[in-house]
């Protein structure tokens, strides 16, 4: 059974860093893309960014770009999305989504319904 499961959200200052984590368990870690996405209230789903398989291409949302960076630890299984000067309008549940096809390439204009596995969403509150 595939279990994906976010952590480290949490409420910061405009301009801190906080750096959700994500720890997938029940498949091959190594082979499949991953993305974050996150839901601000009233808004729909919106990728953030994501990584491929390999590891190796990234992508980012334009807006966020310059201040977020994610990365991948394979020994541990986990995602990570470090977001440094934060705004509040990156106050938002982030949610981290698996593919279930593996070796497959993702970018940021894929919408939800590209990915399978979900975790349950952490939360983000950035205040000025």
């Known amino acids: 059974q595939v279990q994906v499961t976010e952590s480290w959200g949490g409420s910061a200052q405009l301009g801190r860093s906080l750096t959700p984590s994500c720890t997938v368990y029940?498949?091959?870690?190594?082979?499949?893309?991953i993305a974050w996405f996150r839901q601000a209230s009233g808004k729909e789903r919106e990728g953030v960014s994501c990584?491929?398989?390999?590891?190796?291409?990234?992508f980012y949302k334009q807006s966020v770009k310059s201040r977020i960076t994610i990365s991948r630890d394979s020994a541990k299984n986990t995602l990570y999305l470090q977001m440094n000067n934060l705004l509040p309008s990156d106050t938002a549940t982030y949610y981290c989504a698996a593919k279930n096809v593996p070796y497959t390439t993702c970018n940021h204009t894929e919408g939800p319904a590209s990915y399978h596995y979900w975790g349950q969403g952490v939360q983000v509150d950035v205040s000025s």
């Open positions: 990584i491929n398989a390999v590891g190796d291409v990234r």
């Open positions: 029940g498949l091959t870690f190594d082979n499949r893309a």
